[in-house]
């Protein structure tokens, strides 16, 4: 795992994802790229797309995708979905029959502060969706992965981690009240767990991982959130850190995808185009990671009960 301190890049949070990708020939390549139709992730196609990847485009409601990425050159749009695991399956056995090298597999998609709601496994839905779902499809694509020789993976995490840790004592809310900023959080560091395991086991095949904030974006995400809720998270978020427009938020993410910057790195949580600061626990600014998000034991238990949860096993 690379040291989890900025190297520092040269970015800043303003810089867009076509800057950072104005330099790279993606000629070639392949993307995946789930919830690449909307909001931080279409702008993270459209940039792909523009350096001359080929973007997959797995989601739900393929009209509603095909008419987002409508336009967009080298985009393909396929069926899956995330909250279920044999969606899952089948879009990733489509991929692989395809015998195409996965070169990026950037898990975008998510949902947020979301009633309490379970999947069919009796599993807490953001739980269930942002981490399960992406560590479920990111095993079944492991062989495109290390078929590309020099593959990276891209989970979206969010400074929303700082609100809480993975609770393997109850991390599908079964004992204790529902609290879904809490559930949040602890997705959202599942998610940057997620890089650090998956890291260490990829780096000897050519395949790295790593986690983004991709910075405060009003974007569809906040659906789920009432009007008042929408208004006091907006006016706290800017109290905090500049908004960024869904470029600006898709800019770090295809920095882990393809930058140079990073080769031979891997395994850490970036932000603002770089990779962020490790912080105390009791930090209370914006920036950086929290030693919960970036603990490998945490990370080696969350991949345990990750397989558990899942059946998902990489092959040995």
Not at 112 to 123: I, K
Not at 126 to 137: D, E, I, R, S, V
Request: with cysteine; charged share 20%; aromatic share 6%.
């Amino acid at each position: 795992m690379t040291d989890q301190r900025p190297l520092p890049s040269g970015y800043s949070g303003s810089t867009t994802a076509s800057e950072v990708l104005s330099r790279c020939d993606l000629s070639g390549r392949v993307a995946v790229v789930t919830g690449g139709y909307s909001g931080i992730g279409l702008e993270t196609t459209r940039a792909l797309s523009s350096a001359g990847a080929t973007v997959v485009v797995p989601a739900r409601s393929l009209a509603k995708a095909s008419a987002a990425i409508a336009g967009i050159p080298r985009t393909e749009v396929a069926s899956m979905d995330l909250s279920d695991p044999l969606s899952i399956d089948a879009f990733a056995s489509r991929f692989l029959a395809s015998g195409r090298p996965l070169h990026a597999l950037l898990n975008n998609a998510g949902i947020m502060a979301v009633p309490l709601t379970r999947d069919a496994r009796g599993f807490e839905s953001q739980l269930a969706t942002n981490h399960l779902g992406h560590f479920q499809l990111t095993v079944r694509l492991w062989a495109a992965l290390r078929r590309a020789g020099c593959a990276r993976v891209v989970s979206l995490s969010s400074r929303g981690h700082a609100r809480a840790g993975v609770d393997f004592d109850d991390p599908h809310f079964t004992k204790r009240p529902y609290d879904k900023w809490v559930a949040y959080g602890q997705a959202k560091s599942a998610n940057a767990l997620f890089a650090v395991a998956l890291d260490a086991r990829g780096v000897a095949h050519g395949v790295r991982a790593f986690s983004v904030h991709p910075g405060v974006i009003v974007t569809d995400l906040m659906r789920a959130m009432s009007e008042d809720e929408r208004a006091a998270a907006v006016a706290r978020s800017g109290t905090l850190s500049p908004f960024k427009t869904a470029e600006q938020g898709a800019a770090t993410s295809v920095w882990c995808a393809a930058s140079r910057q990073l080769d031979g790195a891997g395994g850490v949580y970036c932000e603002d185009v770089d990779i962020a600061a490790a912080v105390a626990a009791d930090f209370s600014g914006p920036h950086g990671v929290r030693p919960w998000a970036t603990d490998p034991a945490l990370a080696e238990r969350l991949w345990m009960k990750s397989e558990e949860w899942t059946g998902a096993k990489l092959p040995d």
